[in-house]
């Protein structure tokens, strides 16, 4: 048994550490929090002081056991857990429940896994830092308190299966009140006149006019003005400018640039982030700091100077205004500015080369010298007008840092500045005009939040730290009160004056605006989440409270408040609100009444129901009952208008008899189909269910036929051919079967089926760990070197702790019933 056990957090990680550690150090990982509080309970005692009630969880009962022999037999034990507050709570966790003998437990911190950081940790080793726990805990047990006790009021004046959350509901807030904004907003339109011009020797380019016309009537009387007009430079004015590089990454600009140039999302840039820091290739991932160590600026001076010169290096340092920003930490960097992108590239996934290279980017920029530019403004007039026409250029003399990185721009901060080099002039120089234009433009409503820039702002607002980013974007859109918009936009009709020639002409031109692919936007649910939480609960939804909210967690780990205190002072006007709001509010369903049903003339309004939103005709107070119909994917409570609503109560539309069964044309969860029998067909993209006819339909019905018709036999068995959301398959003996662009999917022959079933039958029987067939559960390998025990449609998934060959019966069946839906029992009706 080695003297010395390390343990980390995660085990890509202690298989990279285990590279640097001689014979006498053993590596093992805790797979995270080895506990955590209950799931099924509040798990905080109130009484005693917000006392947290920590469980080890059931899958990690074996682990536990297994690193408290192995810190029994150790001489030292060392905790090497990530040096955030989180990474302390997990150490302090390890120390308490593996009875960790103090005299002989070592905490050290790293925040790159290199082997000269491992071992300056291990001759630097301190004690455990309390404060940074009880930050992690007060966070913890803060946000459990608001989770716990609002969600269960939602469920009772919403509906059932919501939640809530401290810091991810005013994420959501920040989305609905953009929305708001997008919806109210009224378009004002002005015209915008720019021209081409040409100097002496031919060259042309383009400049604006410094105002802009409120009526088509000034912008063409304007443009009049123009005609048979000289025009001269009136003024030419050159100055030197710089460009200086940004700052090395923090958390959320790499996920900000990372979803601007990798079009990543917030989630993929943490998850490929985590995988090069556990490789060894870049230092901890979750930091607030701008900051370098004297290493990086050495190393980066280096790399730089042999790669491009001395002129191109500039050692700098850089101070973050992040509140809270731990500058002792240091910035995201690779752990060695030698290991270019080109060199390792190869080794990496492709996702993460992409990463590891804006990483490396960004770090050299910004040690690099500042751009040398030459900015040029040119003034142009007229002999009829005294209006100017403006042309901006810019003319690079030294690149410096834009040779090797240049900062993106979100949507919102693009400017609608010229850019290139403007030709030679001097003042007094005619000038010819090849002609003029003024455009009809309209005032663009707020931009919608993509992740990055919603990162960005909550980064502004002070709300939520590097490590609770990602999870809190990816929990408001897994409950389901954002999505990642599919706003196709809209035609709208634009004027556009032109004068050329002397002649001057109108020109109607179509654009498309409102396309919004891809941004964050509020479903009706969120949005009645929202509205109910901001009405009700001001102090959790207050972006000051929230930020306050921060402030103290990061007292609490400078060691200068008491977090029960902070609790204390939270809880006090928390649950009395929490318990009024139960007692005395409203139902919330977001009604929206919208008119009259002209044929019987009840209310027909749309709010949200058991099932989603949806419009209803009458009231419940009414004798005669509701009707009900679900709104379209692309249909909002908010937007929905009356004709809208009531042409949903034409679906399902009847389209005929087909083959002896009824065809009818419907929308459903996964959007528009034709019914043919018992077989649901969906419609194409675009294809709308009001506007199927019965050929259309036929169309369809026959090509489903088609599809689905055997298209070869094996084994006595049926093989069908089909696409699916992975692609291209065959079905054979119940088995889906992928075919990949090595085969001709629309010319299968006999050999290609049989060589596909054949390679699919191998691979189940290499999957197939342990099976008892009598009882109907087996044992497979899953993704991630993980293990399934699976019975039916029950499948219980094995911690990388446990070895599934050792697995016995009566384990496997303990498993699967606990994981087994509990029956309950039918009450009986009262006589």
């Known amino acids: 048994m080695p003297k010395n056990l390390v343990i980390v957090e995660s085990p890509a990680k202690a298989k990279t550490i285990e590279r640097f550690l001689g014979k006498d150090f053993q590596v093992e990982s805790s797979f995270g929090h080895i506990v955590d509080l209950p799931s099924k309970e509040l798990g905080v005692d109130v009484e005693k002081n917000f006392e947290p009630k920590y469980i080890v969880d059931k899958e990690k009962k074996a682990l536990v056991k297994k690193l408290k022999d192995l810190a029994k037999k150790a001489e030292t034990i060392w905790l090497a857990s990530d040096e955030d507050r989180e990474g302390e709570a997990i150490s302090w966790h390890l120390a308490e429940k593996l009875g960790l003998d103090r005299s002989k437990t070592r905490r050290i911190v790293f925040n790159s896994i290199t082997k000269s950081a491992i071992q300056k940790a291990i001759d ?28 269960p009021v939602l469920w009772k004046k919403i509906k059932p299966g919501l939640s809530a959350g401290r810091v991810q509901s005013v994420a959501v807030r920040l989305i609905v009140e953009r929305e708001r904004a997008i919806e109210a907003f009224t378009p004002e339109a002005t015209f915008r006149v720019r021209g081409i011009f040409k100097t002496t020797n031919g060259k042309a380019f383009e400049a604006r006019l410094g105002k802009t016309f409120d009526s088509k009537a000034a912008a063409e009387a304007f443009l009049k003005q123009n005609i048979g007009a000289e025009f001269e430079v009136g003024n030419l004015d050159k100055k030197p400018a710089k460009k200086s590089p940004a700052a090395p990454f923090t958390t959320s600009t790499l996920q900000q640039e990372a979803s601007r140039k990798l079009y990543f999302s917030v989630a993929r840039t943490m998850q490929v982030a985590q995988r090069l820091y556990e490789a060894g290739l870049i230092t901890y991932m979750r930091t607030d700091s701008v900051n370098l160590s004297n290493e990086a600026l050495n190393a980066a001076k280096d790399a730089i100077v042999e790669n491009y010169g001395e002129a191109y290096s ?17 910035a995201i960097r690779p752990t060695d500015m030698k290991m270019q992108p080109v060199g390792i590239g190869t080794s990496l996934e492709r996702d993460q080369a992409k990463l590891y290279e804006l990483i490396w980017k960004r770090t050299l920029a910004s040690q690099m010298s500042d751009a040398q530019l030459e900015r040029t403004n040119v003034k142009i007039k007229s002999n009829t007008h005294d209006q100017e026409f403006a042309a901006n250029g810019e003319v690079v003399k030294f690149d410096g840092f834009l040779k090797v990185y240049l900062e993106g721009v979100d949507e919102e901060d693009k400017g609608d500045e010229q850019e290139g080099m403007l030709p030679a002039m001097a003042i007094g120089d005619a000038l010819t005009n090849d002609h003029l234009t003024a455009t009809e433009r309209f005032s663009r409503p707020p931009y919608r939040f993509t992740e990055a820039s919603l990162v960005k702002k909550l980064e502004e607002l002070g709300i939520g730290r590097p490590s609770t980013y990602a999870p809190t974007i990816s929990t408001i859109q897994n409950r389901g009160y954002v999505e990642k918009g599919t706003v196709e936009g809209v035609e709208r009709k634009y004027s556009q004056l032109l004068l050329e020639a002397g002649q001057l002409t109108d020109k109607q031109l179509v654009e498309t605006v409102g396309s919004d692919k891809g941004k964050m936007v509020p479903t009706d649910i969120g949005m009645i989440v929202n509205d109910f939480l901001v009405s009700h609960f001001t102090n959790i939804l207050d972006y000051n409270f929230t930020a306050k909210v921060e402030e103290d967690f990061d007292e609490i780990a400078a060691g200068q408040e008491d977090w029960q205190k902070v609790m204390r002072s939270f809880y006090k006007d928390f649950h009395p609100t929490v318990q009024d709001v139960e007692e005395n509010a409203e139902r919330a369903s977001g009604e929206r009444v919208l008119g009259t049903d002209p044929k019987t003339g009840r209310q027909v309004a749309a709010r949200l129901g058991r099932f989603g939103p949806m419009v209803q005709i009458g009231t419940v107070e009414e004798e005669e009952k509701p009707l009900f119909a679900s709104l379209l994917p692309e249909q909002s409570i908010n937007t929905i208008t009356f004709e809208e609503a009531m042409t949903l109560f034409e679906l399902p539309k009847k389209l005929g008899t087909y083959e002896g069964e009824e065809v009818e044309s419907n929308v459903g969860r996964y959007g528009p189909y034709v019914r043919f029998g ?81 390679a699919k039958k191998q691979k189940e029987i290499e999957k197939l760990i342990q099976e008892w067939p009598e009882e109907g559960i087996r044992i497979e390998k899953a993704r991630w070197g993980r293990h399934n025990i699976i019975k039916g449609r029950i499948k219980v998934e094995l911690t990388k702790d446990v070895d599934a060959t050792k697995v016995t019966l009566e384990e496997a069946q303990s498993l699967i019933e606990k994981k087994s839906p509990k029956k309950t029992k039918a009450r009986k009706k009262a006589k």
Request: no cysteine.
């Open 124 to 151: 630097n080793p301190r004690e455990i830092n309390y404060n940074l726990v009880n930050a992690q805990q007060a966070r913890r047990v803060l946000d459990r308190l608001v989770g716990y006790q609002l969600s």
């Open 678 to 758: 018992k077989k649901f067909i969906s419609l194409d993209k675009g294809e709308s269910a009001f506007e199927v006819d019965m050929d259309r339909a036929i169309e369809l019905i026959k090509a489903k036929q088609k599809a689905d018709a055997p298209i070869a036999k094996y084994e006595s068995h049926d093989v069908t051919k089909g696409v699916g959301r992975f692609g291209p398959f065959i079905k054979w003996n119940g088995m889906f079967i992928n075919v990949n662009k090595k085969y001709d999917f629309d010319n299968l022959s006999q050999n290609d089926i049989v060589e596909l079933i054949e």
């Open 314 to 330: 500039k050692v700098r340092s850089y101070t973050g205004k992040s509140k809270g920003a731990q500058e002792a930490h240091e």
